[in-house]
């Protein structure tokens, strides 16, 4: 709602057709939860060409693959059941330009952080860190999620 602010229903994005398989290593541990395994999230698209929702509907675009972590704990599993919400909206990807590359017409992350190494704290994108868990609760309720 405009005048509110409070969102009603389900807010479909414009995320590509992609994939988000979810595994678990009991083996693998991140920084700060050294008693508990690993939740392994590998995200995958083909290039495609861009809708009518993307910057440049028609135009190709470079699809990607990313793999992120999470802690296999309550507060992890919590955090993925979001994620996983976020996805099936098709609110956690879309074509723009890499921010890190400066690649236009590519597939990229939409807002939503995820930790994509399991150690080398903040600055590397990993763990530990202690806020991460209340930061990505707060960008995916910012989407609806």
């Not at 005048?3 to 229903?9: A, F, N, Q, S, V």
């Not at 994939?19 to 508990?36: D, K």
């Not at 939740?39 to 190709?60: D, M, T």
Request: glycine share 14%.
């Amino acid at each position: 709602c405009p005048t509110c602010g409070i969102m009603y229903g389900s807010v479909i994005g414009d995320q590509p057709e992609g994939t988000m398989n979810v595994t678990t290593s009991p083996h693998m541990h991140c920084s700060g939860y050294a008693g508990a395994g690993t939740i392994v999230i590998n995200y995958a698209f083909s290039s495609g060409i861009q809708g009518p929702k993307h910057p440049h509907p028609g135009q190709r675009y470079s699809g990607t693959s990313r793999v992120a972590y999470l802690p296999d704990t309550p507060d992890g599993r919590a955090v993925l059941a979001l994620l996983q919400r976020c996805f099936d909206q098709r609110l956690t990807f879309t074509v723009g330009t890499s921010v890190t590359t400066g690649i236009p017409n590519c597939v990229i992350w939409n807002g939503v952080h995820h930790k994509t190494r399991t150690n080398g704290g903040v600055q590397a994108f990993g763990y530990p860190d202690p806020t991460y868990f209340e930061r990505v609760k707060a960008e995916l309720a910012a989407k609806g999620v």
